[in-house]
């Protein structure tokens, strides 16, 4: 197998339909008048969570663009590694949705946050596991890619592996906070992405 160009598309169709499930879980009011008004401004946990949650979806999908950018083909592991990521950005929505629902109570929402959280250090792992097995497989990577300075990324860009398990504690403690920790992840990861020397030049076979 060493079409990646498919992988890829099936991919970003998978990203497409659960950036766009956010938006689908606020409910519209069925309020009017000025009841309206203050049905809006009741909802804004689903504000939150939806701002957060499409940072975190969009990032994803940025860099797991950058990965498959680095590559030269797939083979039948990546596509199944890939597959089970695809699996925890389909489900993210309902966390997403779980956790604007219950925000406002603590209890309900600490246990809403362990769910958020623990979808995401699932992430961080499979995702991770996905770039050790690619640098380890260097058939699979583009051959103008700097084998040794992509294997070396694999530490920086893992952090999640290390900061996501933190946050589910966080959750216990502080709904508010992991959200806020979640955010500012997504943001550390839309700078600190793949950058490898010879990136710029290394793209799938048959790339425009």
């Keep these: 197998m060493s079409n990646s160009g498919r992988v890829e598309a099936f991919s970003d169709g998978v990203f497409a339909i659960a950036i766009t499930l956010l938006i689908l879980e606020i409910r519209v009011p069925e309020e009017t008048g000025h009841k309206l008004t203050e049905a809006l401004a009741h909802q804004w946990p689903s504000y939150l969570a939806y701002i957060v949650s499409f940072l975190v979806i969009g990032v994803m999908w940025v860099n797991h663009h950058a990965l498959f950018g680095h590559l030269a083909k797939v083979d039948r592991t990546l596509v199944f590694l890939n597959l089970l990521l695809l699996m925890v950005v389909a489900a993210l929505p309902w966390p997403t949705a779980l956790l604007a629902e219950h925000l406002r109570n ?54 999640g592996v290390l900061v996501y398990p933190a946050t589910v504690g966080l959750a216990l403690v502080s709904p508010w906070a992991m959200l806020t920790v979640h955010g500012l992840l997504a943001v550390y990861y839309a700078f600190n992405h793949l950058a490898i020397p010879g990136s710029e030049q290394a793209k799938p076979e048959g790339a425009s």
């Design 106 to 159: 603590t209890d309900d929402a600490r246990i809403a946050g362990v769910i958020y959280s623990g979808l995401m250090v699932v992430h961080a792992l499979i995702y991770g596991g996905i770039w050790w097995y690619v640098t380890r497989r260097r058939q699979l990577l583009n051959p103008r890619v700097d084998v040794e300075a992509a294997r070396a990324t694999r530490i920086r860009f893992n952090l």
